[in-house]
Nanobody
Framework: VQLQASGGGSVQTGDSLRLSCVASGRTFSSSVVGWFRQAPGKEREFVASMLWGGQTARYADSVEGRFTISRDIRKKTHYLHMNSLKPEDTAVYFC????????????WGQGTQVTVSS
């Protein structure tokens, strides 16, 4: 599986962005797709995840209520809808996927930069 992320950009506080991640290769309903981010000088952190089958969305506390993860099976794409963006959301965002029953994410996209200015 290969993942291709896109959709980052430079926005103002309170703006919205939608990140996309297209998967090539085989996916399963029990695969997990997710988003992580890494800010300068910080470790990569979890943002959101969901089952490819559409259930069990999870979010980091810092984005709960502002970000929404979704997927389009037909397009083999998962999304991160980001609303009410804050400067502390500035980071490189990575999409990821792990296969059924896997504890670790096996596949990673290349990262897309999101910059939020005040």
């Amino acid at each position: 599986v290969q993942l291709q992320a896109s959709g980052g950009g430079s926005v103002q506080t309170g703006d919205s962005l939608r990140l996309s991640c297209v998967a090539s290769g085989r996916t399963f309903s029990s695969s997990v797709v997710g988003w992580f981010r890494q800010a300068p000088g910080k470790e990569r952190e979890f943002v959101a995840s969901m089952l490819w089958g559409g259930q069990t969305a999870r979010y980091a506390d810092s984005v709960e209520g502002r970000f929404t993860i979704s997927r389009d099976i037909r397009k083999k794409t998962h999304y991160l809808h980001m609303n009410s963006l804050k400067p502390e959301d500035t980071a490189v965002y990575f999409c990821a996927m792990k296969g059924p029953g896997r504890n670790e994410y096996d596949y990673w996209g290349q990262g897309t930069q999101v910059t939020v200015s005040s």
